[in-house]
């Protein structure tokens, strides 16, 4: 079962985050947390830890492309309306490493949004640096009624 929940204290205070019974590999890398911007869009972050980090001491890629994969649902949450989805296609470029203690963020757009279909492109940085661009395509299924 997923609940989302906002956290009350500590660095993440005001963001939201989702809480799961039972382990889920989200749950193994994450927490991920999310907040919107003044602007409406959605801004998603996560502090790197040990865990993250490949055998050089730089984040793994495969966790800025599952960051990047919950950062694209969290961007397309409006467009999502409740329903649930799947990933059908995520591209990266990778540019730059993160480190332990930095504060990673993504934010971006939805490009396009159809019935089913929905068109996300984002970047991923800490600071100033700029670590991945992504851009994907998210199914969106119709609720069953």
Known sequence: ??????ITEGEFAGWETYEVSGATFDSTVGPFYRKPDPDGSMRCAFRAEQKHMNFGGRMHGGC???FADIAMF???YQEMEGASGVTVQLDSTFIDGA???ELIEATGEVSKAGKSLIFVRGQI??????LMTFSGVIRKFTPRG
């Open 64 to 66: 800025l492309m599952t």
């Open 99 to 101: 480190y332990v203690g």
């Open 125 to 130: 940085v800490t600071g100033e640096r700029l």
């Open 1 to 6: 079962m997923v609940g989302k929940i906002t």
């Open 74 to 76: 969290q961007i397309a």
